[in-house]
């Protein structure tokens, strides 16, 4: 009887190591991600034709011509979506409808992005949103990007 409860307590002691470990983890990641700034709270929808299809918390940051994705609940250090400045467009933007308004954080809109890796839905606050759309914009001589028509809202 002795030994189960020792062995009870030692399993406890390991989960509990465990997850503070990687709550340790992803905070140190989400510091290391924006230790050269550039990063904001970002949403995103791989397939925003698919019914099924969720959206995923997540942080987006700039770097170089490209902008990186990361998932939110992730202990990878690579980022899982890379659009290129250069093969993207901006497409709609959009409010978030009432079911994906519970999904989301408050004050959010939504940004359709047009090219590789396919299109994909991007929910960010509207300070983010301006500052994404002026960095497809601000693309440095030589590269061609041209934003869509902003659709009335």
């Known amino acids: 009887m002795g030994s189960v409860v020792y062995a009870a307590e030692v399993v406890l002691i390991i989960l509990g190591a465990l997850m503070v470990a990687s709550l340790s983890w992803l905070w140190l990641r ?9 990063t904001f709270a970002c949403s995103l929808r791989r397939d ?6 969720r959206w995923v918390l997540g942080v987006a ?8 994705w990361f998932p939110a609940f992730s202990l990878s250090l690579w980022p899982t979506q890379r659009f290129d400045r250069t093969q993207v467009r901006a497409g709609e933007q959009r409010r978030p409808s009432a079911a994906e308004a519970e999904l989301l954080y408050d004050e959010r809109r ?11 839905e991007l929910a960010m606050a509207v300070g983010s949103l301006t500052g994404l759309l002026s960095w497809l914009e601000a693309a440095p001589p030589g590269m061609r990007y041209r934003v869509s028509p902003i659709s009335p809202d």
């Open 30 to 38: 989400r510091r290391w991600l924006s230790r050269t700034g550039g």
């Open 48 to 53: 925003p034709s698919a019914p099924s299809s």
């Open 61 to 68: 940051r700039y770097r170089d011509h490209e902008l990186q």
């Open 110 to 120: 939504i940004l359709s992005l047009d090219g590789p890796p396919g299109g994909v």
